[in-house]
């Protein structure tokens, strides 16, 4: 049993001798660095899958080449708090996971592999992630991979990769993701030197392996959320959208922004502020919540003092609703 099991079956066997006090727990507005999946070179780019208590968590990483070439790579983490006084408990490791290691082994190229990105699609019942891979230009492209769902049982069978021809351009692309309703795509794209955020629109009946396949479309700038400085790593959770950006006003490198999708349009950015940001760089937000729990969380990296060394991933709790 590894660790991340034996936390997640001791909180679930706990015996309640007094009435439930707190329905619903917090996550803490202090940072909690990651540091059993952190390492002393660079971690960033994290994402999370079927969001509950105990989640697989996959994530860039130049480990495995001491420094220099960025692969995915994975783990766990686990959160839960205490019904009595609101305890929070988080507990996070590098563990083992066969599917999970046969699903990155199929993405993973000879270049640096950047901006996971899992999801379930109900219109054919399978499991994709979506990533940024770096061709034989030195550009990033999007590839794909797909499976039936994965309830640790028997491991699916994970196709080969291929390549998101839909979006791919001569250009950088990256960061892919969907809206809540999965009929609108977004990501990044450096077409004037610069990144900004894109938008490409999505029947929500269509096949998503079809989708993918189409040929080269003509995407959307979302004039919106973009500035003359670099706008990148587009998430959305409900309706917030959280992104990194070096525009100005910020303090300093990149800084971690989010905008509400409000009446058909994404409002003005809004800096997270000191209590998130810092003069070092913030980067790949991810939002996400439970709900057993009041707020929501962000996911993010940051190479600021007092980390491993490199990009760190570090959890935080957060009030935007």
Known sequence: MSLLAAFLLTISCEKKTTPALIERGTFPDSLIILSDINSSYD????????????????????????????????????????????????????????????????????????????????????????????????????QYTKNLPYFGTAIPAIADSKPVSLLNSSDNDAYFCFNTGQDTAYFCRDTDGSFDIWMLPKQTKANMDEWFSQEAATPVRVDALSSAASDKCPYIFRKIMVFAS????????????????????????????PDINTASDEYRPILSGNEYFTNMFLLFSSDRPGGKGGFDLYFRGTDLF
Do not use: C
């Open 43 to 142: 971690d960033y780019n994290s994402d999370i899958h079927q969001l509950s208590s105990g989640s697989p968590i996959v994530f860039s990483s130049n480990r495995g080449s001491t420094g220099g070439q960025f692969d995915l790579v994975h783990g766990a983490f686990a959160y839960s708090f205490v019904q009595e006084n609101g305890d929070f408990f988080m507990f996070s490791e590098m563990a083992s996971d066969p599917f999970l290691s046969q699903l990155v082994s199929k993405v993973n190229t000879p270049g640096d592999d950047f901006g996971p990105y899992r999801f379930y699609s109900p219109v054919d019942g399978m499991e994709y992630l979506v990533l940024s891979s770096e061709n034989t230009s030195g550009d990033l492209d999007f």
């Open 246 to 273: 070096d525009r100005e006003g910020g303090l300093g490198g990149f800084d971690l922004y989010y905008s509400e999708f409000e009446n058909g349009t994404w409002g003005s950015p809004v800096n997270f502020g």
